[in-house]
């Protein structure tokens, strides 16, 4: 079972910014394709970001954070980052990590096998 960890969550105003992490300790991270999901309260898990195993040189992100939020990985410290700039009130969510052992990116959470436990991040208007 890979265990993932999520930190960095917090209250920032609008316009703010956030970095979550995603630590694992799991020796094969790098073989992992990784994903960050959000849920906000009364709506479904949706898809915030992907990006693809080994080196990550593919990723894939929501039209509702393309060009705000950025995802990255250091397989070395087995962590996958989310850059969170010009945050908005709607970001508000529960934000989860995820890992999907396959080359292909995807946007769908039942095709990740592993989740974290997710970090709350809270945007003030």
């Known amino acids: 079972q890979v265990q993932l960890v999520e930190s960095g969550g917090g209250l920032v105003q609008a316009g703010g910014s956030l970095r979550l992490s995603c630590a694992s300790s799991?020796?094969?991270?790098?073989?992992?394709?990784m994903g960050w999901f959000r849920q906000a309260p009364g709506k479904e898990r949706e898809f915030v970001a992907a990006i693809r195993r080994w080196s990550g040189g593919s990723t894939y992100y929501a039209d509702s954070v393309k060009g705000r939020f950025t995802i990255s990985r250091d397989n070395s410290k087995n962590t996958v980052y989310l850059q969170m700039n010009s945050l908005k009130p709607e970001d508000t969510a529960v934000y989860y990590c995820?890992?999907?052992?396959?080359?292909?990116?995807?946007?769908?959470?039942?095709?990740?096998?592993?989740w974290g436990q997710g970090t709350q991040v809270t945007v003030s208007s």
């Open positions: 995820a890992a999907r052992s396959s080359l292909v990116l995807s946007s769908i959470a039942n095709e990740y096998e592993h």
């Open positions: 799991e020796r094969t991270f790098s073989r992992y394709a």
